[in-house]
């Protein structure tokens, strides 16, 4: 398989738990991208790499949130303290450098469910 | 802040008809011009992308943009069950590698 994969797929927490989300991309593209999905909304930009360079985090929606990217392949993202708000799908996307339109493709997110 | 502006549905349109989906934005700076396409339960899936104003065809698909007017639309000819899902508009502005995406327009296609 070398599409960008997401692991889990699934993940149900108690409020107040920590989480962390795995996403492997493409492995020659360059930009990774995390967002949240809520129902019936599009994709919500969190934060996104350029190798292992985090280059926007600012719209991560809380200091809850965080990601890394270590050594330029693989990203997690990370909710600290988890709230029932925090339910959503979470998607990841990469984009190679070397196109130059920057459409992206995405794995198949996973689903958070905090209860 | 820069917006993304689609009809949610959601539009239904009749086997073989052509669906014509619509999508504004606000920036005028905004250089490229995506759709997706997803499914109930899945990810976005890339369909077609443009960036000049004009017509760019991909099959039974058809982008427009008019940078002017500040629209895009995405044309379905020949309409099938398959092609009912939601159609996402994303856009991403001159000197940014960050997409802002719509709410989405909600496709019916019935028998």
């Known amino acids: 398989d070398t599409g960008v994969s997401q692991n889990p797929r699934h993940k149900i927490t108690k409020r107040g738990q920590n989480v962390t989300f795995r996403c492997d991309p493409i492995?020659?593209?360059?930009?990774l991208y995390w967002y949240r999905q809520t129902l019936g909304q599009g994709p919500e930009f969190l934060t996104y790499?350029?190798?292992?360079?985090?280059?926007?985090k600012s719209r991560l929606l809380s200091d809850r949130f965080s990601a890394e990217r270590p050594k330029g392949s693989f990203s997690t993202l990370e909710i600290q303290r988890t709230e029932q708000g925090d339910s959503a799908m979470y998607l990841c996307?990469?984009?190679?450098?070397?196109?130059?339109?920057?459409?992206?493709?995405f794995g198949p997110g996973t689903r958070l469910t905090v209860l | 802040q820069k917006e993304v502006e689609q009809n949610s549905g959601p539009l239904s349109v009749p086997e073989g008809a052509i669906a014509s989906l619509n999508c504004t934005y606000s920036?005028?700076?905004?250089?490229?011009f995506f759709w997706y396409r997803q499914y109930s339960g899945k990810s976005p899936e890339l369909i077609m992308f443009?960036?000049?104003?004009g017509d760019k065809e991909d099959g039974r698909f058809t982008a427009q943009l008019n940078k002017a007017s500040q629209y895009v639309s995405l044309l379905i000819r020949d309409s099938q069950p398959s092609d009912s899902a939601t159609y996402l508009c994303?856009?991403?502005?001159?000197?940014?590698?960050?997409?802002?995406f719509g709410r989405g327009t909600s496709l019916i296609v019935h028998p």
């Open positions: 996307a990469d984009h190679a450098l070397a196109t130059s339109y920057n459409e992206q493709f």
């Open positions: 492995s020659e593209h360059n930009r």
């Open positions: 790499f350029q190798n292992e360079a985090q280059l926007e």
């Open positions: 920036d005028r700076g905004s250089q490229s």
């Open positions: 443009i960036y000049s104003n």
């Open positions: 994303a856009v991403v502005s001159g000197g940014s590698y960050i997409p802002t």
